[in-house]
């Protein structure tokens, strides 16, 4: 028997959200929004939300964690209860384990640890909402968090997913799409440098088809990346006009004074 | 020799700053020949010396730095103190008595205990190692008065300001005291709450606008602004 998978993608090549195969969600990207971490960054992606906080470099306990000729990067993905629809139960699952590994694994070359030997930087990701790519825009979030920090980076890394579904290769899925659609890819990169950092697949593509979708999210990638960019410098900037516009007004009221 | 910024403009990491034969300043690092940035900061040239003074950091201990921490341990024969660094700073006994303990005879918890602020020298450090600092040089030691303001490592010299201008502007115009440790830690002293509210005002701002062109002028001028609507 098999399960009749319902139209994702209409005759005029809409997807479910009215998208088009190479568009992006709506990205919402803010720095900053945690006065009590070191760094923090907030991301939306379409419905998926996601935020994360970063420490240190400080001591590493327990003390034997820490290793002598780097830091130790710790990282935590974790999903809310309420950020899918049937409540999730707060506990590690073995899913978040292995994406806290995944996406570890891809800030790390991000980052100078053989600068500091024996310290540690945590890093935690709380999923708010759930709709699909929540790795990649952790990804994405973590690692405006670390440059919030202040922690040395050789380039952000920017995350996004490509994908098959009905016959058609799509650029950053919806959980809708993920669950029916026939492959889901997500990559995180350095596109300063041009270096993949996380490259995953699941589900059936042509060799071919695969190295369109790379292509594709390569593509998703360099459009987040100029979003981070732009989030990272807001802050700076609005203040900068803040103070400009103030200073517009100061001669009427330095004349006042005097 | 190519350069994709001009002074003072907004970077941040993985921003490509320049191509061809350049010294490297902080926060930058290099491929090749292509030199980029590795925090958030504004793009600096000196000569051909290429960096980035940073918004965002964290503080790194150089020895000669006077910092300002807090105890939190206390060992056999040394304290612990936080002083914002990666690594918690030891203070030996000896560097803080000026001769030697004897660990049977005194309590070190009779001099120094958790939770009380110090004013400290680092005396060495070399990164794989903790921070060591020492009292014994006038100035340094327990914090008995005053308010602890925070700001972020990178702007301590900001707060100094060229050739101490800033700070001095800042001691002039308020009469209070104030002790700044590069890892952050400001302590000011005030006669009058008064002052004390202006003078934290300030090096609040300092800190929120030091990217801003024109920064001492506009710190003066907001501070006889209030204190002209003040008499």
Known sequence: MELKKPPLIDDEGRRLDGRGPAELRPLHIEVDVLANADGSAYVEQGNTKVLAAVYGPKEVHPRHLGLPDRAVLRCRYHMAPFSVKQRKSPAPSRREIELSKVIREALEPALFLQHYPRTAIDVFIEVLQADGGTRCASITAASLALADAGIPMRDLVAACAAGKINGVLVLDLCDIEDKHGEADVPLAMMPGLGRITLLQMDGMLTPTELKECIMLAIEGCKQIYAAQKEALRERFVRIRKEVEEAEGLEPAEGGGEA | MTLFFNKRDLVVPGDLLAEGDYELGENVYRIGDKIYATRVGLFELKDSKVSVIALN???????????????????????????RAPRLAILRAVDALGKPFRPDKQELSRFLTVGDTIIAKVKAYDRTRSPLLTLSEPGLGKVTSGRIVRITPSKVPRLIGRKGSMISMLKRETGCKIVIGMNGVVLVRCKRPEDEELLV???????????VEGLTDRIAMMIRRRKGLGA
């Not at chain 2, 005002?201 to 990217?211: D, F, G």
Request: aromatic residues 8%.
């Open chain 2, 201 to 211: 005002e300030a090096i609040e701002k300092i800190e929120r606008e030091s990217h």
């Open chain 2, 57 to 83: 950091s964290f503080y790194v201990p150089k020895p000669g730095d006077v910092v300002i921490g807090d105890v939190v341990d206390i060992g056999v024969g040394s304290w612990a103190v936080d002083i």
